[in-house]
């Protein structure tokens, strides 16, 4: 029986293509969006699993998660720090957010509305509001119960690629008609 994933929308899809390009060198996670992007081209899942020679049932289980959660599904894998394109700032030194736009400051703000049930997301905008308004990573660290480690990577995430990237791919569904206004 030939399982699929279901049919992504153009969105999804530029998300998808776009990550891949950003995670080239996380062997693991462009496998993970590699999955979607043949599942949906039709590719039958034994063939995927010659291609990018794992086995059928990641493929499978991969394609049901994507089904259930959307983008989301790959929330925890771009949690994990790995992402290569954030400029490298040594630990030891301080790190803030840059200044924010009027446009991004709207945007947060929004978004802080929006995200009112979603406690991940609304430290993530928190910790920049904090950041850009001069608190220092281990006091956005203490204040919001989140390590170093995480505050450092959502204020490089937000330097280097804005707004957008402080969304879990689970809280973008929204994100369709609104992205050019947030950005």
Not at 56 to 77: D, M, Y
Not at 82 to 97: G, I, K, N, Q
């Amino acid at each position: 029986m030939a399982f699929f994933v279901r049919p992504l929308t153009s969105h999804e899809e530029k998300i998808i293509h776009d990550l891949a390009e950003h995670y080239q060198s996380d062997a693991v996670v462009l496998k993970r969006l590699k999955i979607i992007l043949l599942s949906n081209q039709r590719m039958k899942s034994g063939e995927i699993a010659r291609q990018l020679q794992i086995t059928p049932s990641t493929i499978v289980h991969w394609i049901k998660r994507f089904n259930r959660a959307g983008l989301g599904c790959f929330e925890q894998s771009f949690s994990r720090g790995s992402d290569t394109s954030v400029s490298v700032v040594p630990d030891s030194e301080p790190l803030f957010a840059r200044v924010l736009s009027s446009s991004e400051s709207d945007a947060l703000q929004q978004l802080m509305t929006l995200y009112q049930g979603r406690s991940h997301t609304l430290k993530r905008l928190q910790a920049i509001i904090l950041s850009s308004q001069g608190s220092s990573v281990s006091e956005i660290a203490r204040t919001l119960s989140l390590s170093q480690k995480t505050v450092r990577l959502w204020i490089k995430l937000f330097n280097n690629h804005g707004v957008y990237r402080l969304e879990t791919f689970g809280d973008r569904s929204w994100l369709g008609k609104r992205s050019s206004a947030l950005v």
